[in-house]
């Protein structure tokens, strides 16, 4: 992942409620503890089958794929303009 | 020993944003409904199937009883009269008129469906701006109390009485200008144009019918006491003057229907529960209003309600199941389930509590709820804020009593089943869900195509 992103990512403040703070546009959101968990391993520079695979040893799931909940997590967070349009894994 | 894990949750993202706290600052609670009546949501909808309309006996009857105990401890002689078109299934108006209530039918199906449940004509008061010579003829043969809307009305129930060689006695419909409400002007006479009383004297010059009623139904959902109290004022005067100018002696008022449920109108910013009237409210303003009576004769004129929504719309239930979730471009949440607008008209008026039927958890977003139709108005709930819910999830959507299972209609899916819960705790198909069959015994293929 570059460099600059990944300064953006961390930069981004998440408490522990899964409250989130946008220092560059000011605005906040909340997300849930799978959300806390995704953008902690995002923020190290996971790839989607490390994230997959750190979600599955985290928490209890009978879901076969998950990727395509990450996905969609990722989309919402291009949405809200936390990550880049043009990110990919 | 490996510490238990946390149970897997979709990743969400919520942008906040202002208004979705009310006035506490608080976000508004949802807690979930697992049983009706003490029955399982989740047995109902295993033995019924969904999506599933219940109906509480309990709730509609205790509705009853508390506005006839108010209005007995305000006035010495009510009658209400239940209003087949918010809710005409059979086994809804056996309860009410189990317990007292006349029938109040507007068109002649419904006038038969009435004598059909063995309601004698005597207890039925035929309204409407549309009555055939038919109905007309059969209302007046048997007794039924008419409200005239119309002058051309007027003129048909004179022949039609002429030709039964009967002078009945009548009741005419008027309509009222009031401060806080807007004029229902399409329906009966008008009071301050002069029109209702012109009305009363063409009647009266007529000799063929006697005046022995006036109506009124201000409007629907009229979340303002106080237009009662306003129209039972106006009535009662107009009253006295018929009688202290004309000689006439009016035997019954009839107020109609009106009064608001908990629902909430798309327009309302506070949640009907908390701003909807009590009845007593309402009842206190009419009582008031028909102190205008004041020795108008020498006996009180029987006062009949015809209150509709108020008295069904809590004992209705929808029970639905989560089909899908799914992301809008804007990247809100939007979930499918199986019952729409065609079951649920009331969801152009009302945003209707919708209630998750298991507990839940995890992290409210907010969230458009979808009927299952192609169709871009089949929205139940535009934007709620919801906790996540998966396919299968059951929701109950509450309120939904009155002119839903009127108004529905048979479009892309089928109507479902009815079920009504005793008092003491059974339940029992009121009306089946439909087949293919039922849909296509009217239907005909000419043998030339
Ligand atoms: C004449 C008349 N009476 C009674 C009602 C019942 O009204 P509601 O359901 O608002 O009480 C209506 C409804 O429109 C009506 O037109």
């Known amino acids: ?89 | 020993m490996d510490q238990p894990k946390t149970p897997y949750e979709k990743p969400i993202l919520v942008k906040y944003q202002n208004g979705w706290s009310d006035k506490f600052g608080r976000l508004q609670a949802i807690t979930p409904m697992t049983h009706i009546d003490g029955q399982p949501v989740q047995d109902l909808v295993e033995k019924y199937g969904s999506p599933l309309f219940v109906f509480s006996e309990r709730t509609m009857v205790s509705k009853c009883r508390e506005l006839k105990e108010l209005l007995a401890l305000r006035y010495p002689k009510f009658q209400l009269a239940w209003s087949y078109k918010t809710n005409y299934l059979n086994a809804v108006c056996k309860v009410f008129d189990r317990e007292g209530s006349w029938a109040e039918v507007v068109s002649e199906f419904e006038f038969e469906k009435a004598l059909r449940l063995g309601i004698p004509f005597s207890r039925i008061i035929l309204n409407g701006p549309c009555k055939t010579e038919s109905v007309i003829e059969k209302a007046l043969k048997g007794g039924a109390r008419i409200h005239i809307d119309h002058f051309d009305e007027l003129s048909l129930l004179e022949k039609v009485a002429d030709r039964l060689g009967i002078r009945p006695e009548v009741g005419i419909r008027v309509n009222f200008s009031l401060s806080s409400i807007p004029n229902w002007d399409r329906f009966g006479f008008n009071f301050e144009n002069g029109q209702a009383l012109s009305a009363v004297k063409r009647l009266v010059i007529g000799k063929r019918l006697t005046l022995s009623g006036l109506h009124c139904h201000i409007g629907t959902f009229v979340l303002d006491p106080s237009a009662y109290r306003e129209a039972t004022a106006k009535i009662a005067l107009f009253a006295k003057q018929l009688h202290d100018e004309m000689g006439l002696s009016i035997k019954w008022i009839d107020l109609g229907g009106g009064f608001a449920s908990t629902n909430t109108l798309h327009s309302q910013y506070l949640p009907g529960n908390q701003v909807t009237p009590s009845f007593s409210q309402y009842v206190e303003a009419i009582t008031e209003g028909l102190e205008n009576l004041n020795g108008s004769s020498s006996e009180f004129p029987l006062l009949f309600l015809e209150t509709g929504r108020a008295l069904i719309d809590e004992a209705g239930y929808l029970i639905t199941t989560v089909q899908a979730n799914k992301r809008l471009s804007d990247g809100r949440r939007a979930v499918v389930v199986d019952t729409g607008i065609h079951h649920l008209i009331t969801s152009l008026w009302y945003r209707h509590e919708i209630v998750p039927a298991q507990e839940f958890g995890g992290t409210f977003e907010p969230t458009a709820i979808f009927g299952p139709l192609c169709m871009n108005l089949d929205v139940i709930r535009a934007n709620i804020l919801y906790p996540p819910l998966k396919t299968g999830d059951r929701l109950v959507i509450k309120t939904v009593g009155a002119y839903n299972v009127t108004q529905w209609m048979q479009f892309i899916t089928l109507r479902p089943n009815v079920v009504m819960i005793s008092r003491n705790g059974q339940c029992d198909i009121i009306r089946h869900q439909e087949t293919l069959d039922h849909l296509t015994a009217l239907e005909e293929v000419p043998p030339w195509i």
């Open chain 1, 1 to 89: 992942m570059d460099m600059a992103l990944l300064n953006r990512l961390k930069d981004i403040a998440i408490s522990d409620s899964g409250f989130i703070f946008d220092p560059y546009s000011g605005a906040t959101f909340n997300t849930n503890e799978t959300g806390r968990f995704i953008l902690q391993l995002l923020k190290e520079g996971n790839g989607i089958d490390a994230i997959q695979s750190e979600i599955r040893n985290h928490f209890k799931t009978s879901e076969e794929d998950l990727r395509s909940d990450i996905y969609e997590f990722i989309n919402l967070l291009k949405e809200a303009q936390l990550l880049p349009k043009n990110f990919k894994f």
